[in-house]
């Protein structure tokens, strides 16, 4: 073991992305502790409120895969080949997310994160639950829990979460640049359950998503045969939470706008009363490396959840710190530099990315416009690999391209479709345009 | 007395916003307590490493006036006509502010300070100092101090600056937006002294600007005769405070940039060791309001200083919140929903402006196109004087003009004004201009 690997890692927040980075650490030989401020998931179960399953892409399945969990994830997953529109009339249509083979995979926040951390203690980690951290010293790298305890690391990472208790505290230094931007929208989960026979009553390998304009609802399906399903509603307004403040209105909602669901959902205003409704925020900040303490995933950079991209990011970040870690052979000083000023243009093109993608799944994905400028695009991308790839292909499929120049290359494309979908008659002739003349406009004038 | 002004209301904070806004609700006869961190300037001085010279303009004199302290307040002034631009050379250039009779005021923050501390105690307020807060509720409208003490109002006004306390807890409720961003610029005072007889060395009635591209010196006039110099320069880089560095490269830093300022700071080396560096930061956040606390000044909104408005907006504030007490009869409940959405704009638009002047003072004033672009702008404002008013006019003289009003204006002025600057012959040409031409082009077409 190199000597520079002596050194003591100490983890904040024992979530996805701390659990990950403790797995790297780990297993280049360093000491890591991990300390998390609720109680161990594997032993209390997973907190309630928090979005119970997510949308596992290429980006988080490369470092999965780098610490050796690819088979055992694999178990706990299901492929979503495309999304299933549900009109209001019930009727149904799939747009694939990318070629044959290409899936989004629905898995169950809990489930992964116990998998993570039972691999974290096996590569070596010892965890510390029910430690929530009071006072971090950036410069000594020690940290002070509420329950007394102190800790003395030569290296803290803050994988703390979008209301990181870490970045807090840097929020307090001189010069440190923060936002905190919340969506006049919040969600709110409901489950839909299995049949009697535990099977899936809708497509199985499919997101589906009912959008309506300025809201919508989707579900993901579970191993057990049910779906989580999510509504996101403006807070205020006309169909808004706030509105729907009687038994006798949510019915009405539902019944109104997503009939094909009143069926399969029975205990619709249990769960609507039951379960919390929660905000959607954007967390941008810099820099995100104070003395000896780096932030890391929705610590430096929570998103919205509109690109199934938060965990995705956050694992990518862990895999880009590994990857620097190998190049300036564990020097620390000079990695923790390169990391923020390498990542953080990424973590703001994917932040707006997922902004964005709001409208897109709330309302675009019923529009006919705009599914033939996918299959425009799908075409194009076919006919030219490697010169014309989708945005939601480079964001979801392509690991190799960064975030930032996804964002790029996604500008680039949608200018020269705009023109192309602007010929009046394209819904008509569009099988018959010139795919080389379109691709040859990215090429620099 | 009305029955809603028997109300008591708290106001963390007794700096120039706090002490302004505490005059006006104790003269509308509420109960008024103020509670300040620091000990009272009164009998400490105020605190280094402040900005101890401020430019009150006509947004600021206006509150001035209605609480009664005009005459008061106009014997710490000292008029400032215009920029007096210094170059390399030591060769001047007057710029003046507006039309005859329209000056910005240098004033001492410290003296204005405890003229309205007196004042606001003189209005029945009961000042509290040492009490720094830890805790509020903003439905109870309680308020707890790290000293133990706690304090129980209706109404809790937090003037409690930039980095304010109770926005900082506000910041912890959800879906609160919230942003601070630095600019890559410090600043640094130093102390340019009356000559032996107490005596100004520089034009008294002036802004002094050493506008050098990427970086400034300024200088605001005391009634001593002394001058407050204020350098402004990035942190890091080729001419920045990480690099100046030793004695030597300081003395020849100044020797090059500011060879007429040498002989007038004798003390320079110093003051530029003793005197703190200080970040220029830029605050927005929204709500301002939550249950009976309401967020004003620089807690609300703090912005950098090139527009000298930070207290004028402030003072500002504090005379809109009295009108509409007025207006809608003490009903704080609707006052304080009113004030920050009609607030909000104009705090944003007054941050984006104090932003874009650096550029304008650290660089612009010197350049050749822009003064005559003022110069036109200064013509078509004598011949169209409600038609055309130059932005630095609306911002600085016209209290009557919303800052989000100044902004938008000033934006479609700006653009005819490229216009009219585009044509290759301006600089000989100007003075044949067609003015009502110029005009009729801010009319809707």
Excluded at 26 to 47: K, N, T
Excluded at 433 to 440: E, T
Aim: aromatic share 10%.
């Amino acid at each position: 073991m190199k000597e520079s690997r002596n050194k003591s890692i100490a983890i904040a927040g024992a979530g996805l992305v701390g659990s990950v980075v403790a797995c790297y650490l780990a297993q280049r030989g360093y000491q890591v502790d991990i300390f998390e401020r609720r109680a161990d998931p594997r032993l209390v179960g997973s907190e309630h409120g928090r979005s119970i399953n997510l949308a596992l892409s290429n980006r988080g399945w490369l470092p999965l895969k780098e610490i050796g969990l690819e088979s055992e994830v694999k178990k706990l997953i299901i492929p979503m080949n495309g999304r299933m529109m549900h009109d209001t009339s019930g009727e149904l249509t799939f747009q694939p997310y990318g070629k044959e083979g290409q899936a989004i995979n629905s898995i169950s926040r809990g489930g992964l994160n116990m998998l993570l951390l039972n691999a974290a203690e096996k590569a070596g980690c010892s965890t510390h639950f029910n430690c929530q951290v009071e006072h971090v010293n950036f410069e000594t790298a020690e940290l002070k829990f509420r329950n007394g305890r102190t800790f003395s690391a030569d290296i803290i990472i803050g994988a703390d979460g979008a209301f990181s208790a870490i970045r807090s505290q840097m929020q307090r230094t001189d010069r440190f640049n923060y936002s905190q931007y919340f969506i006049d929208y919040g969600y709110k989960e409901m489950t839909m359950p299995a049949s009697i026979t535990g099977d899936h009553l809708m497509e199985k390998n499919a997101l589906h998503i009912w959008p309506r304009g300025n809201f919508m609802l989707i579900a993901l399906p579970n191993l057990d045969g049910s779906y989580t399903c999510t509504l996101f509603l403006p807070f205020e307004g006309k169909n808004s939470f706030e509105n729907l403040d009687t038994d006798e209105k949510i019915k009405e909602f539902f019944a109104t706008t997503f009939p094909d669901v009143i069926p399969l959902i029975p205990e619709i205003l249990e769960d609507f009363h039951d379960n919390p409704t929660s905000s959607l925020v954007t967390i941008r900040c810099f820099p995100w490396r104070n003395g000896n303490v780096l932030i890391i995933g929705d610590a430096s950079h929570g998103i919205v959840p509109f690109y199934g991209q938060g965990m995705n990011s956050g694992f990518e970040d862990c895999r880009v710190l590994n990857k620097l870690l190998d190049e300036h052979d564990d020097n620390w000083d000079e990695v923790m530099e390169i990391f923020q000023d390498l990542r953080k243009p990424d973590a703001d093109a994917i932040a707006d990315l997922a902004l964005r993608n709001f409208v897109e799944m709330r309302d675009l994905v019923a529009d006919d416009d705009f599914l033939l400028r996918k299959k425009i695009e799908a075409r194009l991308h076919d006919a030219f690999p490697d010169e014309w790839v989708p945005l939601y292909t480079m964001v979801t499929f392509r690991e190799d391209i960064r975030y930032s120049e996804a964002l790029e290359r996604g500008h680039h494309q949608a200018r020269i479709m705009d023109k192309v979908m602007a010929n009046p008659n394209i819904h008509e002739d569009w099988e018959k345009l010139d795919l080389k003349a379109i691709v040859d406009q990215l090429k620099p004038q």
